[in-house]
């Protein structure tokens, strides 16, 4: 992203100003001709797995020989992550002319940086005409900028604690903000497994006929599991999949029964290669081998138990460990989590993470503001046979990523 555009981003509050509402860029829509309109789209919701459910449905409808545009959040180096063509993001060229044509709508009509980014996706659209779009919401989804598509399927990955400050203070709240994508007479897939959510989405649905499919319906079972991956079945096909936490197996379980009911023409050898060919950066994953160094971008409860679930099936000890969360997290409990499995631990803070960090968020472990310096400190101290854990939230793996891999390829 050139210089002058990271300015003007900047001034639509970057990634910290939220505008959880979609009246301002409705409006914006329309006047830039609704770009949405007719996109043949698939939008994912969820508390955690929405990055990789919305990647490995993208890279079996590429496999399968569709033309795909990806839009994804947030981004972990540059800026141009977020938006994918055949899971390639785009060039810089491409960002700006979109940007260039996007700008006065949103001075226009004062949105936020988020808004904006979703606006300069739909234009792109509109002009290339995609076979689909699949589109991963950015926060909640009933007034999420991404809700704005007449989707033909939709997927709820799973409910948990998470921006309970917008979505609400309960899990029934947070889902009837999520079921806000749904749509009548479009399936659902859904990861849920609280049995008392499943009810609230099941009373929802029937009434708008919307046939919900249950990925926990699915069989699964884990035959063999490493730091490099594990080899599963589902409903007795064997695949492999490069993360080996019980969450990429429910991830890929949602995208089996996704496909299987969406999209019947998929085969099982393009299934296969789907799950083993992805690479998701940042989610368990391994950017050095002496000494292993990886990157978990676990940022919520749900997601450090279902890292520190893999460590401990991975019988993981005397790990070395900078974890950075932010403000809006749950850090000391989360420490509490990885603490059992760590040798050191050092607490830093990411720059780009949303509000301001509580006055005792330095005294909950040995703390080095800067993740670089932490960085490096932590690795002058480390053995070639050592292991690195980076994690805490995905701000942070984005920051410290670049010291091992500059570029992000998804397979």
């Known amino acids: 992203m050139t210089g002058s555009w990271r300015t003007k981003l900047e001034k639509l509050g970057g990634e910290k100003r939220i505008h959880y509402s979609l009246d301002r860029f409705q409006e914006a829509l329309k006047d830039a001709g609704n770009p949405q309109a007719g996109l ?76 904006f980014l ?10 290339n005409s995609p076979d689909f779009a699949v589109i991963e919401v ?5 007034l999420d900028a991404t809700n704005v598509t007449n989707p033909l399927g939709t997927v709820i ?29 479009v399936s659902v897939t859904t990861g849920i497994e609280q049995p008392e959510l499943l009810k609230q989405l099941q009373e929802f649905c029937e009434p708008r006929k919307i046939a919900v499919h249950k990925s926990t319906q699915v069989a699964q079972h884990v035959k063999e599991k490493s ?29 089996y029964l996704f496909l299987k009911e969406n999209f019947p023409e998929i085969d099982t050898t393009v299934l296969k290669k789907t799950f083993s060919s992805l690479n998701h950066p940042g989610r368990f994953e391994i950017v050095s081998e002496h000494p292993k160094v ?59 993470a ?26 002058q101290k480390m053995n070639p046979d050592d292991v690195l854990l980076v994690t805490g939230s995905l701000y942070l793996v984005g920051e410290v990523r670049a010291n091992w891999k500059k570029e992000i390829v998804f397979y």
């Open 118 to 127: 979703t606006l300069v996706f739909f234009l792109d659209c509109a002009q």
């Open 227 to 255: 730091w490099n991956g594990q080899w599963v079945e589902l409903d007795g096909q064997e695949v492999f999949l490069r993360n080996p936490s019980s969450g990429a197996l429910k991830n890929a379980a949602l995208v």
């Open 40 to 115: 043949k789209s698939i939008v994912i919701a969820g508390t955690n797995g929405k990055g990789t459910t919305t990647l490995l449905v993208s890279r079996a409808l590429q496999l399968q020989g569709y033309r795909v545009a990806t839009y994804l959040s947030p981004h972990l180096q540059l800026l141009t992550e977020r938006f994918l063509e055949q899971l390639v993001p785009w060039s810089l060229e491409r960002f700006d002319k979109l940007c260039e044509a996007a700008w006065p709508f949103a001075e226009k009509h004062q949105l936020s940086y988020f808004e």
């Open 354 to 379: 949303r509000g301001e960090y509580a006055g005792d968020y330095e005294t909950l472990a040995r703390f080095e503001a800067d993740p670089q310096k932490a960085v490096q400190v932590m690795l």
């Open 294 to 352: 990886i990157l978990s971008g676990d940022h919520n409860l749900a997601g450090m138990k279902t890292l520190t679930n893999v460590l401990k099936e991975l019988k993981a000890q005397e790990l070395y460990c900078i974890c950075g969360f932010s403000p809006d997290k749950n850090a000391s409990e989360m420490l509490k989590m990885i603490q059992p499995f760590c040798k050191e631990i050092t607490l830093t803070k990411c720059s780009r």
């Open 138 to 142: 950015g926060l909640g989804g009933r």
């Open 157 to 185: 990955t799973n409910i948990d604690w998470d921006h309970m400050d917008y979505l609400g203070n309960s899990l029934e709240k947070i889902l009837s903000e999520k079921m806000g994508i749904l749509r009548e007479r």
